[in-house]
């Protein structure tokens, strides 16, 4: 597992999103460990993150989802091309689609663990599959569509 999450190579306008920008003080910080098989992502809900008692909220889940999965498309296509993570010019994708599938309530209380892989790479795009658990048991899993920006 690397030690830098691919996220932490934005810089500037590439560091503002809601989800992963580490200067966006409101936001989410997501951030993606690529080993070059699965990207890894830790969260532990907030108070303020509940949907019901006990239960996490489905569109902060599908947030993580978001970030996570364009995160380990951008740090695959690094990879793919044989550049270090970040190097210039930099690699970014935007979201096409994110399918996000709810199998049980997510624990509050919990550390969430996110836990992506690479479906597809193909042109510009690349699909991503990503599994949410908690307590090792899956609560959630997406699939996301990403495009090539830059
Ligand atoms: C909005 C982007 C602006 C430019 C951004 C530039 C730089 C980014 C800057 C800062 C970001 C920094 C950090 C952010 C990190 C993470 C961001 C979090 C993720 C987000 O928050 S990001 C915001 C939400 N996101 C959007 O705001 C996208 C709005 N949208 C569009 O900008 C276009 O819609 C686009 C580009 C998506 C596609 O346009 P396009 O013209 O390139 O697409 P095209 O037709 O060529 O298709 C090519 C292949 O994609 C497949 N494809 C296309 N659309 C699909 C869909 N909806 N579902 C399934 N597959 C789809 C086709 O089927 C074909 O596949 P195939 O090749 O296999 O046939």
């Known amino acids: ?13 590439h560091a503002i999103c809601y989800g992963c920008g580490s200067d966006n003080a409101h936001g989410l910080q997501v951030r993606t460990y690529w080993d070059g098989q699965y990207g890894t992502f830790h969260f532990s809900p907030q108070d303020y993150h509940t949907a019901f008692p006990g239960v996490v909220y489905g569109g902060l889940i599908a947030s993580l989802f978001d970030c996570h999965c364009i995160g380990t498309a951008v740090a695959a296509a690094y990879e793919k091309e044989g550049r270090p993570p970040g190097s210039d010019p930099l690699i970014m994708y935007v979201t096409a689609n994110l399918n996000v599938n709810y199998l049980r309530p997510t624990p509050m209380g919990s550390e969430l663990m996110l836990k992506s892989h690479i479906i597809e790479q193909k042109g510009k795009k ?9 307590d090792d048991t899956p609560c959630a899993n997406a699939t996301v569509v990403g495009i090539r920006a830059t």
């Open 126 to 134: 690349t699909v991503v599959a990503c599994t949410l658990s908690a």
């Open 1 to 13: 597992m690397p030690l830098t999450a691919i996220q932490d190579y934005f810089t500037g306008d």
